[in-house]
């Protein structure tokens, strides 16, 4: 079964500081691997996903990950954190379903704080 | 393009009772998944719904039943509940293939009294 953590229950930082958010997953297959943000209350909004192809993937509000298949990670960075970026950040592991379709398997999230 | 929607936004239950909650899926897709949020989790797979069937379950109980509709959105059923029911309900729409993203909606968040 897959499963994903991430290490980091906390993270602060100061605005314009560069980010890294660190996530390890285990799938026996080649993963489709997924960084969703969540904002208080709200739901979860994609900021990028790696299927195949090249390992740095570039998402949205200027976030990009690397997939490291030696390591079992895919770690969210950015280098200049912005005060609206506060929130909880959830990495998450596709697997294929019989027939077709996906399910995910998320972490337990990391709540990042930004400090003005 | 509207997005994923969900209905109701709250909710509040007594212990025993049931309850339904709503989704529609974002425009052009036809696959509704629904996770269980509980405070300070992670989202957990409750089931997918594709062409009004039940693709796959996650480890939930019976108590746990959805419905997918010809137009494609989705209810999800919870009877006799629990304290321990209380979370936030997402739904999610993508595409039926493998490598299809769920999109998210807002959530239902559900309280059990």
């Known amino acids: 079964a897959q499963s994903v953590t991430q290490p980091d229950i906390h993270i602060t930082v100061s605005e314009g500081a560069s980010l890294e958010l660190r996530c390890n997953y285990s799938y026996g297959a080649t993963p489709y691997l997924f960084w969703y943000v969540q904002s208080p209350g709200q739901g979860l909004q994609l900021l990028l996903k790696y299927f195949s192809g090249d390992t740095l993937v570039q998402g949205i509000k200027g976030f990009e990950a690397e997939f490291k298949r030696s390591q079992s990670s895919f770690n969210l960075r950015k280098p200049s954190v912005h005060w609206s970026d506060a929130a909880e950040y959830f990495c998450a592991v596709g697997a294929g379903l019989t027939g077709g379709g996906n399910k995910l398997t998320f972490g337990t999230g990391t709540q990042l704080k930004v400090e003005l | 393009d509207a997005g994923v929607t969900q209905s109701p936004t709250h909710l509040i239950k007594t212990r025993g009772q049931q309850v339904t909650l709503r989704c529609s899926p974002k425009s052009g897709h036809d696959t509704v998944s629904w996770y269980q949020q509980a405070l300070g989790q992670g989202p957990q797979f409750i089931f997918q719904y594709y062409e009004e069937e039940e693709r796959q379950r996650g480890n939930f109980p019976d108590r746990f039943s959805g419905h997918q509709f010809p137009n494609y959105s989705s209810e999800l059923n919870v009877n006799a509940l629990l304290l321990g029911d209380s979370a936030l309900y997402l739904c999610?729409?993508?595409?039926?293939?493998?490598?299809?993203?769920?999109?998210f909606g807002p959530g239902t968040r559900l309280t059990v009294l």
């Open positions: 999610a729409s993508s595409g039926p293939k493998v490598a299809d993203t769920q999109y």
